[in-house]
């Protein structure tokens, strides 16, 4: 399950969750301050109902906590994964391979135009420093066709690793033409040679997943 939320200040993120209000679990706290929020929980039963809150606190500690929340989970399905470095080559991280990345062609998955930047610099708040090390900027898009339709995770790596100031980097991210991220600059949310997160459930009834980096 994916959690998303805001916060009208930058804060850091967590989820406290489990099957009853007295939850028993929480997801890792993401030290990152930012004021668009996304965590995943994962490792959860089917057919169960689980009920959550979102907490955030700011530099200066000041916690704000939701209301409770819920959602239920559905029937166990087989999982489908495509990780991409993105202007990269191929990575393998524990049990996760990340495929090299390719241009887009019918029936598979890849980029639609763009450049690519690499960096040998070390990128903060990660143990896999490759991921993040190599871009593909100002792609038209990427595609991913998909083996059904039906509700995918898509969870997008970024680090600025090129413009050391705010508002040289700004740009939308839309996901089957659904505006997921508005006005996104990496500097300004967790600065540079870092990285960040962001995880979104997309509907896919076209066969194709399609995501957009649209420059401002």
Known sequence: AVVTWQTDEPANSQIEYGTDSNYGNSTDLDQNFVTAHSQVISNLTPNTTYYFRVKSADASGNLATSPEHSFTTTSDV??????????????????????????????????????????????????????????????????????????????????????????????????????????????SEVGKYRAMTQTFPVQVSDGVLDLSLIHI
């Not at 390719?102 to 040998?120: D, H």
């Open 78 to 187: 087989p999982s489908f994964a495509i990780r991409v470095n993105a202007g990269g080559d191929k990575y393998i991280s524990g049990e996760k391979t990340w495929e090299a990345d390719k241009e887009f062609s019918a029936g598979s998955w890849g980029y639609v135009s763009g450049r690519v930047y690499r960096t040998n610099k070390s990128i903060g708040n990660t143990t896999d420093d490759v991921l993040y090390q190599s871009e593909r900027y100002r792609p038209q898009y990427y595609r991913f066709t998909v083996p059904a339709n039906g509700l995918y995770q898509v969870t997008l790596h970024f680090a600025e690793i090129f413009y050391g100031i705010p508002d040289k980097r700004v740009f939308d991210v839309k996901i089957e033409d659904k505006l997921v991220l508005n006005d996104l600059d990496i500097f």
